[in-house]
T-cell receptor, first 114, second 109 residues
Framework: AQTIHQWPVAEIKAVGSPLSLGCTIKGKSSPNLYWYWQATGGTLQQLFYSITVGQVESVVQLNLSASRPKDDQFILSTEKLLLSHSGFYLC?????????????FGEGSKLTVL | GQQVQQSPASLVLQEGENAELQCNFSTSLNSMQWFYQRPGGSLVSLFYNPSGTKHSGRLTSTTVIKERRSSLHISSSQTTDSGTYLCALEHNAGAKLTFGGGTRLTVRP
């Protein structure tokens, strides 16, 4: 069975500090990977997606970057956090291809920027 | 304007009542998906529904692409159905989803 693990579960960070959120998928080869973000009380937005290792497509610019260093790992990061980065971050995978297909989500990471 | 509009924004039911959640979209799409958002924030996929009608237990999803609408019907609601329901439009080009603002459902015992 496939599993998806996100870390950390929650972070409290200062404005201007760096951030790294991670996501690992086990039991699935060559998945599509996705990052989504939801501000408190806001609408969920897709940030990035990756169809293959080393390739990441940006969907919404939020002064964040994403990387896929390994087939089963997706990293979201920034060198300088903004207050507006606060919110809930979700990683997801699907079975691959050029379309999204059915998505499977991690438990999410809650980020508070002070 | 918003590409995906969900209605109602919130809905309160008595247990046993049926619910009809609507999603209207203003652009062409490849598919429509429905999700349940848990109180902790994570999402569960309910339907991946390019067009037509799909059933899963007490849930039914119907998407009519020509009319640019999709609906989620919940029959015989239960208190455990409470939560937020999201629809998302998958665009024709690329693996991108645009989400609606959600319907917050409360089912009272």
């Amino acid at each position: 069975a496939q599993t998806i693990h996100q870390w950390p579960v929650a972070e409290i960070k200062a404005v201007g500090s760096p951030l790294s959120l991670g996501c690992t998928i086990k039991g699935k080869s060559s998945p599509n990977l996705y990052w989504y973000w939801q501000a408190t009380g806001g609408t969920l937005q897709q940030l990035f997606y990756s169809i293959t290792v080393g390739q990441v497509e940006s969907v919404v610019q939020l002064n964040l970057s994403a990387s896929r260093p390994k087939d089963d790992q997706f990293i979201l990061s920034t060198e300088k956090l903004l207050l507006s980065h606060s919110g809930f971050y979700l990683c997801a995978w699907s079975s691959g291809g050029t379309n999204t297909g059915q998505l499977y989500f991690g438990e999410g990471s809650k980020l508070t920027v002070l | 304007g918003q590409q995906v509009q969900q209605s109602p924004a919130s809905l309160v039911l008595q247990e046993g009542e049926n619910a009809e959640l609507q999603c209207n979209f203003s652009t062409s799409l490849n598919s429509m998906q429905w999700f349940y958002q848990r109180p902790g924030g994570s999402l569960v996929s309910l339907f991946y529904n390019p067009s037509g009608t799909k059933h899963s237990g007490r849930l039914t999803s119907t998407t009519v692409i020509k009319e640019r609408r999709s609906s989620l019907h919940i029959s015989s609601s239960q208190t455990t159905d409470s939560g937020t329901y999201l629809c998302a439009l998958e665009h024709n080009a690329g693996a991108k989803l645009t989400f609606g603002g959600g319907t917050r459902l409360t089912v009272r015992p």
